[in-house]
């Protein structure tokens, strides 16, 4: 029984959806912080999200570029030499054995080949490479377009500029990623035809080796068309991508005006009345100094009469001290005075005069 080892973790590509969020998370982080240092981040949700968004393109396009250089890689090793002859399936089983690669041209050839040593037929294997071919080329459109969508609607989310220049880039070399990686994926899928599908065997009767013939080459032109199909799609979807993104960026960019416009208006309005508001005060705290000043006059007169009164007193006390010697003076004037009143009126007191004889002896 042969063991099959086509089963691997993931399917072949790095771009997967949970490494793009979880970097997606991170980059946004990385991006955020020097944004909060311009002019006008406020931080709000929906600038956050436009945050979100532009991480996660950027975390798929570095995957992707990642996922690109590990598929030209593993092209570059010619994992399917030319001297193999994988007609017989002995062969093949043996060279799955030996296929080791963890790549999506590894998966892809690790699966044509199982199927070749259990038994399918040509046409079977055939069909299986058009298949793998046709879901490529969906997953890379689908991923493309939904990462063009998430990158466009950043737009709507009113970010700063320097954001939406930063969307606008990533869009840009979005584009150059995927057109790289689908004409890799047709790269890829013109070895599978040339070193496997032309080099198994047919074990169906000879009767059928025509069949098995246009097998190839109904799958080899199935992927040519799901090729130019996807790249048609891609193309068309890109231009109503680029068509909505430059909607939304011209409407934003109005409405940015518009806010600007308006932010204009009112820091006008409000450095008017504050003017307004400014010059009521002027008004008003120069009628408060006026006032002060009054007060600072009546104060200065105030401090002169005290002036003149601490003078005064000055003088007044100077006279004091001559009316205590003036008073001392007039005291023993009065009393002085006094005295001679009283010897006045004892002189002026009337006097009788007897007049007495006497007897001659």
Known sequence: MVTRKSKITGYGM??????????GVLLGI???????????????????????????????????IVDWVLQRRALAANPLPDELDLSERAIATEQLTALQGQSLLHRHIRRLLAA???????????????????????????ETAAILVLLGATAGF???????????????????????????????AGYIESNLLARIGNDTPAAAGLEFAQAVAASVTASTESLEKAQ??????????????????????ADAAAQMAKAQQDASAQLAQAQQDGNRQLAKAQDTIAEQLGRVTELASSIDAILKLQQAVDGTLKGVAVTDEFKSTL????????????LLKAAAKPRTIRLVEKDNE
């Not at 970010?159 to 790289?180: D, E, F, I, N």
């Open 14 to 23: 790095v771009t997967g959806i949970y490494g793009v969020l979880g970097l």
């Open 30 to 64: 990385l991006i955020g912080l020097p944004l909060r240092r311009i002019d006008g981040w406020q931080g709000s949700l929906s600038e956050l999200a436009a945050l979100l968004a532009a991480g996660i393109g950027l975390a798929y396009i570095l995957l992707a």
């Open 116 to 142: 070749w040593a259990a038994g399918a037929s040509g046409p079977q294997v055939a069909t299986m490479a058009g298949n793998q071919m046709q879901r490529l080329l969906g997953t890379l459109v689908a």
């Open 158 to 188: 009113m970010p700063p500029q320097v954001l939406l220049t930063l969307t606008s880039g990533l869009m840009a070399l979005l584009v150059l990623v995927a057109v790289a990686r689908i004409q890799l994926a047709s790269h890829l």
């Open 232 to 253: 048609t799609s891609f193309a068309t979807q890109l231009v109503q991508i680029q068509e909505q993104s430059t909607a939304q960026l011209t409407k934003a960019q």
């Open 331 to 342: 005291t023993a004037l009065k009393q002085h005075l006094a005295e001679s009143d009283e």
